[in-house]
């Protein structure tokens, strides 16, 4: 399901059953000549448009814009970047309209700077506006000091379950490092390549690679489609895992 086709009559089985809500989270961002500016968002994308068809979930509109950096390239390479500041509160006002608005099951997935798992600015904003908003709800409706009281005494034996606030909202990666591990993973070379031809070939032109003598580009002439529909697959299979 996407959201933005949702009638207002479908929200209530949505929140009752807790089908999961999931967020794309990209970047417009210098890939080489030969992939698309969009890249990032459309794995993204794809991979959830794959995973829609093994399980039930709410894709929302992805965000194209994100932190993306000029450490690949300037705005010269159609590379948009926000300011980790005015992003984090973006993300923050479409989380509190979504928490507020009874949804307690949020995932927001990035393919974009998640090497190995780590928590680079993008990420850390998404997580940051997620803590804050559901600190910021929890005082709002239970009140100050909801934590402390013993309707909370079973707490560190929920930590996993629903019932944990900070479970409402997720930040995870496309791809999780066991996956990064079982294939590989970079920038625009061999493995992003080929994930995002599996998922949109007409997102990439490796005849362009020769336009470019970038380094983290020429591993992308061992690109191939089999490569990205086995990266697709474990991605997805990791997705439906994680993703409840």
Known sequence: MRLE????????????????????????????????????????IGLLDELAKRKEIVIAPPVWYGVASYAVGGPENGTVHIDVDVYENYIYSILKSMLYGGFKNIYMIIH???????????????????KKITMEYLEDVRGQGWWGSNEMASY?????????????????PAMAPSVQHATGYDHAGKYESSI???????????ENIPMSDAWFIQSAKEASTELGLEMVKLSVDELEKVIK
């Open 156 to 172: 560190y034996e929920s930590l996993d379950g629903d019932d944990n606030p900070f479970n409402w909202i997720k930040t995870i």
């Open 112 to 130: 974009h700077q998640f090497e190995e798992g780590s928590f680079m600015p993008m990420t850390l904003a998404c997580m940051k506006a997620a």
């Open 5 to 44: 086709y949702l009638m207002s009559g479908d929200l209530a089985r949505i929140k009752e059953e807790k089908i999961p809500i999931v967020i794309p989270i990209g970047t417009m961002e210098y890939h080489g000549p030969h992939c698309s500016l969009g890249c990032d968002t459309q794995v993204c």
């Open 196 to 206: 995002l031809m599996a998922l949109d070939a007409e997102a990439v032109k490796l």
